[in-house]
Each structure stands twice: as C-alpha cells, then as structure tokens.
C-alpha cells in the first residue's frame, strides 16, 4: 500500500504504537486482577486514547483540573480499564495502582468516577449520558469564551439510547464545534452484533442529518485518527462524529471481535496468553 | 395579603439575582410555564432551551457544572425530577455536581392538566439521592431566599415550586431568615405540632386558626428543606407539644411526613399523623375541589391534629 500524504512520521508512529500497546497491557493486567471488567470495548479503543492523550489533547498531568485542559469524556464508560490505564500512562497516577480496579480500598471504580481519580473530567457509565454531559462542557467553553476542546468516546450499541440522539440535536443546535465524539463502531454489544440485537446503523447518516459533520475512519488506525482530528479543527459551527470502524478485543488473539470478551475477565492461562499477544513478559 | 405562585417568584428571583450571580439557565421548552421565561428576557445570553429534551438538559447541566457553570434546570417536577431521576442521580447527584435541579407546578395544583403532569412523587425521589438538599418554599419571599441560598451552596439542590398561588407568610414575618436545612416556627403552641412544606405551609396556618377556635393550641413549623432535615427543631417541638401532624402536596409515601415519622421514631417517638395524597394518582379539576378530593385541607390538617393529640400518651 502506498504511504499516504497526511502518514505521520515514523518515529512519532512507533512511539505511538508503543504507548498503545502500553494501555493494552494496562487493561489486561486491570481486568485480570479485577476478576471482571469490560476487556473487549477497552481493547479496541486503545490507539484512539493514545492519539488523544499523547498527541491531540492539552492536559497536565500534574494539574488533573487546570481550567484550560481539553476536556474527554467516556461515554461508554464500562471501558473505565481503558481510560485508567491511558491516565496512567501519561502520568496521572501510578502505573502500580491499575492493578487495584474494582476492588474496596482503590479509587479506580468500575466506571469512571470525578471526584476521586486524577484526569477523569466526568462520571460516566449509564449509557447515553456521557455525551449530553460533553455537550455541556463544550457549552461552558462557548460561555466562558475558553477554546478548550472536548472529546468524547460513545459506544455504537451506546446510540441506541434516545439521549444521544437528544445530544446531537443540542450539540448542532447550539454549533459547538469544539466537540468531537468518536463513535466506536465494533459491532458487538452484549447480547450479540448490533444488526442482531437493536440495529442502530447507519451512524454517518444519522449524524449527517442531525447537523454534524461526519468522518468514518479504521479506529485502530493511527494515521487515520490524526486526519480525522486534524479535520475535526478546521470545522467551523457543527460537531464533529468520527464513525471510528474498530476490532473489539484488538490485540489479543482469543477476544478479537468475540462478543464474550464484552464483560468478562481472563483466567489464567487467558491471562498468559494475552500478555503475550501484547508481547509482555507475565507480570 | 398579597398572594403568588412560587413559580412565578422563581422567575423574577432569576431575574433578579442574575444581575449579581453568574449562572445559567436552562429550559426545556417550559420557559412560559416555569417562568424562567422572565430571566430569559433579560439575560439572553445566559439562557439555553433544550427543546422538550429533559434527560440531555439534565446532563448537559452537569457539563456545564464541571466546567465551572452553576447551571438551574427547569421543567416541571413530574419531567425534571420524575422522567430524568436517573440523570439526576448519576450525572450529577454522584459526581456531586454544582446543579440546581427546579421542579415546578408539583403536586395536584397543577389541576386541569390532570394526573401526568400532578408529581406527587418528586420529593421521595430527590431524597432518595445521596447528598442531594431538597427545598420545597412556601410563598414568594422563601422562593428568593431559597433561590439565593441554593446559589450561595456549592452542590446539588433540589428546588420544589407550585403553579397556584400562595400568601406571602414569611413576608409578613418580621425576623424572616432563610437557612438551608433550618426549619421556620411561624407560630408557637404547646398541644400539638403541624410540620408542612410548599403550598400546605398556609393552609396549616389556617388549621391552626381552627384548631385555636377549640383552644388548642398549635406550633406551626414552616420546614422549608426537607432534606437534610432539621431534626433539633423537630425534637424540640415533638418535646414541647408530644403529637405531629405532617402537611404535603405530595404522596404520603417518601416525602416530608415520612422523612418527619422516620426521623422521630429514632429519635424522640410521638404520634405522627400525616396529611397528603394517599396512595394514587391525580386528576383533572379546578384546583379547590382536588384538594378536598385528596383532602389537602385546612379542615383535613385540624383533624388529623386532634387525633394525634388523641394518641398521646
């Protein structure tokens, strides 16, 4: 295939890459420990949380609620694994503590939760909300003239909640062009694929016709996501939906596009062969 | 005196305040109703319909809060408190967020519109959210001081207001002060107790004139908040006078007489009668016959006062 004009570097890709292949490994060892979680829609949204943590957003690490942040918000926020192990990977809070998800005496909830861990910008996890909750944060920007920019992750099974569809209609309305939503397309929800279950395609369509300017790209696609992102600034007065075509449970063997890996936790030898399909050495 | 929905002393409280408080408010295509319609007029740019969008708006606000906005939702209770209780609770009762949550034209006064638009659940509701203050003010001067005191809080705040009017009690109350979670003793008496909130609060004043008429004689404790709940008041009064009497337009059930009974039973047990809308729904009617229909009356708080008195001890 030939090397595409917008292809980032080289280096830049490989550094990427790596921090990817990072959250990965961060997932896997949360949800293992966990003895639960959501590996599947964590896995697959990987490189978009590493091209938006280390690449796109303006954050600080040491300052978790500096006013001039970009924002993000998970609106899918059962892949709380998946934003943990980004935050920690940039610095937020230890590595060590992932391996504390979902238990008692640990911070790290089962969904994302503000008020205690560094870099969650909102409380996510009853699907649907997230996104309206971005909206507002976008809004807070537009008030306050900040030219902070927020992003947001939703599910594709996520849209079949009808306040999505209320958000997109407020996002356009109010033309906050400083708001992103990845929509991550794996097909798969808990019952089984999307067509099967409550068929909620087509996403392009739909969002086109709510008012937004719509890109479709290969989630798992580095390349890809920077264009999509470098467009997504350049778009004056409407949201921006990037239908992100994503391989749930990306990265490891056994869960790659299984909807059994939507919720559930590696056993041992799982483990080990996860952590090998990631290239890590066993913990 | 002067009579006015606390709706409407809502709005103009709005209106008012913006012109020393920066927030934002936000509608879902209720402004004429809600009256937030008159902060609208004057402050444009500081208001946002949502459309008839309740669940988006309730998150939306939300957003808007943990970007640094103090954000007042309106709709009517049965929409703001009823159809998005779930956003209400985890966008912004659990990350705890700066929203002031408005419930207007609750209870049956709401009248031709009938039982779908008569909440007479939202105070259970809100209640039930850790963390979440629920006001509900009698007349318009405790709608601006309430207003006021949910800006000065830094938190979620429910706010509870009527369609129909009320007399303006606490106006004519020279050593009116409003604290959030600080109950107002309108009247003192030894025999019994009434405790009420929103559009009873008058009518219990009205029942203590009747209940005097028999030489009994009344507290009446205007309890504005009815969450958190001022329980040193409470004993006090259930101490001094040994019988209660709850007054709510709301169910009977999760709302200002059970949180009342509850907190007294742990605390200092005295009979405690409660008067609201028993177990049902609504209906449409002119607004005086629903409440005697559902036995919001003065007449109906006197009677349940004697027979508290009746099971003292």
């Given at each position: 295939m030939?090397?595409?004009?917008?292809?980032?570097?080289?280096?830049?890709?490989?550094?990427?890459?790596?921090?990817?292949?990072?959250?990965?490994?961060?997932?896997?060892?949360?949800?293992?420990?966990?003895?639960?979680?959501?590996?599947?829609?964590?896995?697959?949204?990987?490189?978009?949380?590493?091209?938006?943590?280390?690449?796109?957003?303006?954050?600080?690490?040491?300052?978790?609620?500096?006013?001039?942040?970009?924002?993000?918000?998970?609106?899918?926020?059962?892949?709380?694994?998946?934003?943990y192990?980004?935050?920690?990977?940039?610095?937020?809070?230890?590595?060590?503590?992932?391996?504390?998800?979902?238990?008692?005496?640990?911070?790290?909830?089962?969904?994302?939760?503000?008020?205690?861990?560094?870099?969650v910008?909102?409380?996510?996890?009853?699907?649907?909300?997230?996104?309206?909750?971005?909206?507002?944060?976008?809004?807070?920007?537009?008030?306050?003239?900040?030219d902070?920019?927020?992003?947001a992750?939703?599910?594709?099974?996520?849209?079949?909640?009808?306040?999505?569809?209320?958000?997109?209609?407020?996002?356009?309305?109010?033309?906050?062009?400083?708001l992103?939503?990845?929509?991550?397309?794996?097909?798969?929800?808990?019952?089984?694929?999307?067509?099967?279950?409550?068929?909620?395609?087509?996403?392009?369509?739909?969002?086109?016709?709510?008012?937004?300017?719509?890109?479709?790209?290969?989630?798992?696609?580095?390349?890809?996501?920077?264009?999509?992102?470098?467009?997504a600034?350049?778009?004056?007065?409407?949201?921006?939906?990037?239908?992100?075509?994503?391989?749930?449970?990306?990265?490891?063997?056994?869960?790659?596009n299984?909807?059994?890996?939507?919720?559930?936790?590696?056993?041992?030898?799982?483990?080990?062969?996860?952590?090998?399909?990631?290239?890590?050495?066993?913990? | 005196?002067?009579?006015?929905?606390?709706?409407?002393?809502?709005?103009?409280?709005?209106?008012?305040?913006?012109?020393?408080?920066?927030?934002?408010?936000?509608?879902?295509?209720?402004?004429?109703?809600?009256?937030?319609?008159?902060?609208?007029?004057?402050?444009?740019?500081?208001?946002?319909?949502?459309?008839?969008?309740?669940?988006?708006m309730?998150?939306?606000?939300?957003?808007?809060?943990?970007?640094?906005?103090?954000?007042?939702?309106?709709?009517?209770a049965?929409?703001?408190?009823?159809?998005?209780?779930?956003?209400?609770?985890?966008?912004?009762?659990?990350?705890?967020?700066?929203?002031?949550?408005?419930?207007?034209h609750?209870?049956?006064?709401?009248?031709?519109?009938?039982?779908?638009?008569?909440?007479?659940?939202?105070?259970?509701?809100?209640?039930?959210?850790?963390?979440?203050?629920?006001?509900?003010?009698?007349?318009?001067?405790?709608?601006?001081?309430?207003?006021?005191?949910?800006l000065?809080?830094?938190?979620?705040?429910?706010?509870?207001?009527?369609?129909?009017?009320?007399?303006?009690?606490?106006?004519e109350?020279?050593?009116?002060?409003?604290?959030?979670?600080?109950?107002?003793?309108?009247?003192?008496?030894e025999?019994?107790?009434?405790?009420?909130?929103?559009y009873?609060?008058?009518?219990?004043?009205?029942?203590?004139?009747?209940?005097?008429?028999?030489?009994?004689?009344?507290?009446?404790?205007?309890?504005?908040?009815?969450?958190?709940?001022?329980?040193?008041l409470?004993?006090?009064?259930?101490?001094?006078?040994?019988?209660?009497?709850?007054?709510?337009?709301?169910?009977?059930?999760?709302?200002?007489?059970?949180?009342?009974?509850?907190?007294?039973?742990?605390?200092?047990?005295?009979?405690?009668?409660?008067?609201?809308?028993?177990?049902?729904?609504?209906?449409?009617?002119?607004?005086?016959?629903?409440?005697?229909?559902?036995?919001?009356?003065?007449?109906?708080?006197?009677?349940?006062?004697?027979?508290?008195?009746?099971?003292?001890?």
């Amino acid at each position: 295939m030939p090397e595409r004009e917008n292809s980032m570097e080289n280096a830049k890709k490989t550094a990427l890459a790596e921090i990817a292949r990072q959250i990965r490994i961060g997932i896997i060892e949360s949800v293992y420990h966990a003895g639960c979680g959501h590996p599947g829609g964590s896995l697959g949204i990987a490189d978009i949380m590493a091209y938006l943590y280390f690449e796109e957003m303006k954050v600080d690490p040491k300052n978790p609620k500096w006013p001039a942040r970009d924002r993000f918000v998970l609106s899918k926020g059962h892949t709380a694994p998946a934003l943990y192990a980004t935050l920690a990977e940039r610095g937020f809070f230890p590595k060590e503590e992932l391996v504390t998800l979902r238990q008692i005496d640990s911070r790290l909830q089962g969904h994302p939760d503000v008020k205690y861990i560094p870099g969650v910008d909102m409380s996510t996890g009853s699907l649907g909300q997230g996104i309206s909750a971005a909206c507002g944060m976008a809004l807070a920007g537009k008030i306050s003239k900040s030219d902070y920019r927020v992003y947001a992750v939703l599910g594709d099974g996520e849209t079949e909640e009808g306040q999505v569809w209320e958000a997109a209609m407020f996002a356009a309305h109010y033309k906050l062009d400083n708001l992103v939503a990845f929509i991550d397309w794996n097909g798969l929800q808990i019952d089984g694929p999307i067509a099967e279950v409550m068929n909620p395609a087509p996403h392009d369509a739909k969002f086109l016709a709510f008012g937004w300017h719509v890109i479709s790209i290969n989630g798992n696609d580095l390349d890809e996501i920077e264009a999509a992102l470098a467009e997504a600034r350049t778009v004056k007065g409407k949201p921006t939906a990037i239908i992100a075509r994503t391989t749930k449970g990306k990265g490891v063997s056994y869960m790659e596009n299984a909807v059994e890996w939507h919720g559930a936790a590696p056993k041992e030898e799982q483990y080990k062969i996860a952590l090998a399909d990631l290239g890590a050495a066993e913990a | 005196m002067e009579k006015m929905a606390t709706r409407e002393a809502y709005g103009k409280a709005l209106a008012t305040l913006g012109e020393t408080y920066d927030f934002v408010v936000l509608d879902a295509d209720l402004a004429a109703a809600t009256k937030t319609g008159v902060f609208k007029k004057k402050f444009p740019e500081r208001f946002f319909d949502c459309g008839i969008a309740e669940a988006n708006m309730t998150s939306v606000a939300a957003g808007l809060a943990a970007a640094g906005q103090i954000p007042f939702i309106s709709s009517f209770a049965m929409f703001s408190a009823g159809r998005a209780f779930e956003q209400v609770r985890n966008s912004i009762g659990y990350p705890h967020l700066n929203v002031k949550v408005v419930g207007t034209h609750a209870g049956i006064t709401v009248g031709e519109d009938g039982a779908t638009h008569q909440c007479n659940e939202d105070l259970a509701l809100m209640r039930s959210i850790p963390g979440m203050v629920v006001i509900n003010p009698s007349d318009a001067t405790e709608t601006f001081a309430a207003v006021e005191a949910a800006l000065r809080y830094e938190g979620p705040v429910y706010l509870r207001f009527s369609r129909f009017a009320t007399p303006d009690l606490t106006g004519e109350k020279a050593d009116f002060k409003f604290e959030i979670g600080k109950g107002v003793t309108l009247c003192e008496g030894e025999d019994v107790t009434i405790v009420a909130c929103g559009y009873m609060v008058h009518l219990a004043m009205e029942a203590k004139e009747l209940l005097a008429a028999e030489g009994i004689r009344a507290t009446v404790i205007d309890m504005h908040t009815v969450k958190p709940l001022d329980t040193d008041l409470l004993v006090a009064a259930a101490k001094k006078t040994g019988a209660v009497v709850t007054a709510e337009e709301h169910s009977i059930n999760g709302g200002l007489g059970e949180a009342v009974a509850a907190t007294l039973s742990e605390t200092y047990p005295v009979p405690v009668l409660r008067v609201g809308v028993a177990d049902a729904f609504g209906k449409s009617g002119k607004v005086p016959p629903l409440l005697e229909m559902y036995g919001l009356t003065s007449a109906k708080i006197a009677e349940r006062a004697k027979a508290a008195i009746a099971l003292k001890k």
